[in-house]
């Protein structure tokens, strides 16, 4: 196990946002953490999310980082403050619908597929970017794009995770500078096993589990 204020204060040192991933954790494990000061927990399954958050400190910040089903949208709206990974136009248009219900502006992040997996989820840069001018021009009212989110191929090979992680920021600044009057400013990349990797290349949010825990 780390040192995990040693490992909280060099992410923080680096003005990296760090969001403690909690999935499959008991509530002892996660208030193992807050009781060191972490808030910022990710799930990646609604249940769990919903489950959690019913049951524990209501200061705790909570992403939803996994793949979002459309139909849970609702389940979750009220309570989640980043939504890391929209994946199609019709997620956003459901989220932009239950938002409005809620009153509330949620953020999300886009998913970029950058990984060469087929399992891994996300959008390609033509779609990111025709998403941005429609939200330019007023479509997702109660919708943030605060950003984008990405994951690399789960392979050893450090080369191609740069590679990726590259293709990734590349976008990233692409949007930003069409965004420029707007609040888009999260990258969020790299996991366990690649977030060293991921900050080198421009990562300010790493979602991180098993290093935790
Ligand atoms: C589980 C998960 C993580 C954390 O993975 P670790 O390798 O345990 O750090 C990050 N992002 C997503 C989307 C996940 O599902």
Known sequence: MIDFPAFRKKIADQNVTLVAVSKTRTHKQLMHLYDQGQRVFGENRVAELVEKQEALPKDISWHMIGHLQSKKVKKIISFVDLI??????????????????????????????????????????????????????????????????????????????KHEFQSLKSTFDICQSKLEDEEFNILSMGMSGDYELAIEQGSNMVRIGSLLF
């Open 84 to 161: 890391h990974a929209v994946d199609s136009v019709k997620l956003l248009e459901v989220i932009q619908k239950e938002a409005e219900k809620h009153q509330k502006q949620q953020a999300v992040l886009l998913q970029m597929k950058v990984a060469q997996e087929e399992s891994k989820y996300g959008m390609i840069e033509e779609e990111i970017l025709a998403i941005l001018a429609d939200y330019q021009s007023g479509n997702y009212p109660n919708v943030l794009i605060s950003g984008l989110m990405g994951m690399a191929s789960f392979v050893s090979d450090q080369e191609q995770i």
